[in-house]
């Protein structure tokens, strides 16, 4: 039987549907025309010649939007929501039916090599803003490509390693920003990772690809592989994977048709797999459209990029800076950005914003007076020279502000491998020390993929302005920042630590043997500092602006016996224009299994004039609330108190209120390994049982027969000791000299689940 998709398919070209036709399109069967796929995520990489999936050959001009690591400190639905847009627009003019992203794998170790390319620690931010991507980009014509499912969070042997996670753990963290993502914004393609999960190639995962993403979530669209990340055709279709990149694979087709051959894998299966590669062709077009405009684009990149740098430190207003400074801008990436990470996301960039010259551009309007030294050069070895003369003009007496542009080497932060170290590199450190030594005022400003300690630092300097892979508008951005046209208000979305030996994942990445084990389980993070109250050197969530919030009223009402709604009024109490971030957190103790101390639930940024006051309402749906529950193979709201917070961060709460929730209704399920003292607490069966056992157990005793000492203390004890309570209830059974009868246990436990 064909579906109505492929009812003109031979079952020959359908199979040909599910391998690439090309490197980066589909195959064309039939009527059916092939789609061009091309990453992604933050940029158009349009090959028209020359092809590859690391970002080595040319590829055409395209605008180079912040990247996620950018996008994810700005906290920003309506910035994720216009890269998005603007994103659809160049891809339309290009001929790109669909494009390779958002990514969405969590930043479980700040050395992750791609983290540049994913938005966050956190799942609720990371979906959020991922859902908005895919909604610009799929609003704007062109498909989304979800990825890279799953649990493929490092670089280090990404292509075999096995990622091993609990399902907890999984489903909390590692699963849920697709989840979000697939349930709010239907993203057309999910692409697999390379890795193995818990053993299995992602690509071969039936749990994954059939169980998760389309059983529980229900997801009807494509499935693509990684480019390159499929081993065996047949194994990964059977698992659900629909369309195998890159091509072409006439070998991949004739094992795909030799397998319905042998009865190995069904025709509906195929069918299935081209209908969905066949309805995405349908949708999506490559046919180019009007070329978009450069100009344009660019200037959205450089006031997206506004949102995204995060103010980490200002002493003393030395930010923005004075009408009339002397300045010395010091540092490489001053006059030659870093915008964009390495591999196969690298985009080439339309134009790219140097710092010094709109710092000079600003400077020229103003009193100010600009010189420049480069301070470090991070492909030259003679440093020793380049620092001296920087730290001499810095001593001299008519520099007011030392800015120094410091950051990761292009070369250290790509696709393909993982960092090996969290500190700037020894030359960066030794010059802003010998500057913040010799000038009046130093300002750092840092370009970099992941996060990097300011130890050793730190305190010598007067403000840092963490700029991160801002894309190509983002000098002009960081120029307006500085001089205060633009008011910051982006906020960390990854915790800066003291030390990578503080980090959770710290002991386990990047694995080994083949294996990289998730130790840490849920406390991912700031789910970690928080909870076993760490210091760090900035949370989850910090960020500093020209102005200042306050916050008040903290109103929250249940909606639901599992959703509630948060309203809290903010005012704008100082002199400028800026934008705030209402952080909302839950915490809780109820139910069974061990959780963070806070989790964010929801979040919103908003704009307010020097004066202005807003009233902001969040509301927080079940997934707030809930936990994955192993025993019941689901997520579960417990019932018992929930602790909103509103946060300034992640671990500074400004407002609290208690909830109570009803949440599920639902009685802990019992066995045989459950303990006394669980089946004596069991609303339904601890009444039953209670009177029951005490007669049972003084049967026993009465017998005096030895056979249950333990019985016989049970029975007596005015109070049943711990001893008793925390026993398995078999092995009261067992005690018991066959006076509890264990069938008849079981039959109370079944109906106390019937009767509830
Ligand atoms: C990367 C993907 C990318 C693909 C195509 C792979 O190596 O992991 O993110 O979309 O290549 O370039």
Redesign the pocket.
């Known amino acids: 039987m064909t579906s109505a998709e492929t009812s003109d398919l031979t079952p020959a070209q359908q199979a040909s549907l599910l391998t690439g036709g090309g490197f980066w399109e589909t195959a064309r069967a039939g009527d059916v025309a092939p789609i061009v796929l091309s ?2 995520p933050h940029g158009v990489r349009r090959q028209m010649q020359g092809t590859d ?2 970002g080595l050959h040319h590829s055409e001009p395209a605008t180079c939007f912040p990247l996620a690591v950018a996008v994810g400190s700005s906290w920003s639905v309506e910035v994720a929501e216009r890269v998005g847009t603007a994103l659809a627009r160049e891809c339309r003019s290009l001929g790109v039916g669909v494009l ?1 992203g958002p ?1 969405v794998n969590i930043k479980r170790s700040p050395l992750g090599g791609r983290n540049f390319e994913y938005y966050s620690e956190d799942p609720v931010l990371t979906g959020v803003l991922a859902a908005a991507h895919v909604r610009g980009l799929q609003n704007g014509g062109v498909g989304a ?1 979800l ?2 499912f799953a649990a493929n969070d490092q670089e280090t042997d990404r292509m075999v390693i096995s990622s091993d996670v609990d399902e907890r753990t999984l489903r909390e963290i590692y699963l849920a920003p697709f989840q979000h993502v697939v349930k709010n914004a239907t993203p057309a393609t999910v ?1 697999c990772s ?1 890795n193995k999960v818990n053993g299995v190639y992602a690509s071969e995962s039936r749990w994954l690809l059939n169980d998760v993403l389309r059983g529980d979530w229900g997801y009807e669209g494509v499935v693509v592989s ?3 990340a499929v081993h065996d055709r047949v194994a990964a279709l059977a698992a659900g994977l629909d369309l195998a990149m890159p091509g072409p694979g006439d070998r991949q087709t004739q094992a795909v048709l030799a397998a319905v051959e042998d009865g190995s894998i069904g025709l509906d299966q195929v069918d299935a797999a081209a209908s969905r590669v066949t309805a995405l062709s349908r949708e999506y077009s490559n046919e180019p459209v009007e070329p978009f405009d450069v100009e344009q684009h660019h200037a959205i990149a450089r006031e997206l990029a506004a949102d995204c740098a995060v103010l980490l430190k200002n002493d003393e207003g030395a930010l923005p800076l004075s009408a009339d400074s002397r300045l010395l801008v010091i540092g490489e990436f001053a006059e030659s950005p870093r915008y964009q990470g390495g ?3 690298h985009v080439n960039a339309t134009q790219v914003d140097v710092p010094l010259e709109h710092i000079r551009a600003h400077a020229s309007e103003r009193n100010c007076e600009v010189r420049f030294e480069r301070g470090f050069d991070t492909k030259r070895d003679d440093e020793l020279q380049l620092r001296a003369t920087a730290v001499a003009a810095a001593a001299e007496v008519d520099v007011d502000v030392a800015i120094v542009f410091a950051g990761n080497p292009d070369s250290e932060e790509s ?1 393909g491998y993982d960092r090996t170290r969290l500190e700037l590199p020894s030359d960066q450190i030794a010059l802003i020390r010998e500057v913040a030594a010799a000038a009046p005022r130093t300002v750092v400003v840092l370009s970099n993929g992941g996060v990097v300690t300011l130890e050793g630092w730190h305190d010598e300097v007067d403000a840092v302005l963490e700029g991160f892979l801002r894309g190509q508008g983002g000098g002009a951005a960081l120029a307006d920042i500085l001089f205060g046209v633009v008011n910051p208000s982006g906020h960390l979305a990854e915790t800066i630590p003291l030390r990578l030996q503080d980090t959770p994942s710290y002991s386990t990445f990047p694995g080994e043997q083949g294996h990289v084990r998730y130790g840490e389980g849920v406390m991912v993070g700031y789910r970690h500092y928080e909870t076993v109250d760490a210091a760090v050197r900035y949370p989850f969530g910090h960020g500093l602006s020209y102005t200042a919030f306050e916050t008040r009223e903290l109103v929250t009402v249940t909606t639901g016996p599992d959703t509630a709604s948060v309203q809290v009024t903010v005012s704008n109490v100082g002199e400028r224009r800026g934008k705030h971030v209402v952080q909302v957190y839950v915490g809780t103790e109820a139910g069974p299994v061990r959780r963070p101390v806070r989790t964010l639930g929801g979040f919103a940024k908003i704009d307010l004039d020097a004066g202005q006051t807003k009233v902001v309402s969040i509301d927080l749906d079940r997934s707030a609330f809930a936990y994955w529950d192993i025993e019941r193979d689901g997520w579960v709201v417990a019932s018992g108190v929930y602790e909103i917070q509103i946060g300034a961060d992640a671990s500074t709460v400004v407002a609290r209120q208690h909830i109570d929730l009803r949440g599920d209704d639902l009685l802990p399920a019992l066995s045989l390994q459950s303990s006394v003292g669980e089946w004596l607490s069991h609303p339904v069966a601890g009444p039953a049982l209670g009177p029951l056992l005490s007669a049972l157990l003084q049967q026993a005793s009465d017998r005096e027969d030895g056979s249950s000492a333990v019985a016989a203390q049970v029975a007596e004890a005015p109070v049943m000791p711990d001893v008793v309570r925390l026993m398995p209830m078999i092995q009261l059974v067992g005690v018991s000299g066959g006076a509890i009868d264990p069938n008849k246990l079981m039959a109370l436990a079944t109906q106390s689940v019937q009767t509830r």
Do not use: F
């Open positions: 990453d992604g999936h690391l390779l990514g490509s990825k890279h692409m390379y990684d480019w390159g591999g196969s996301s696709e």
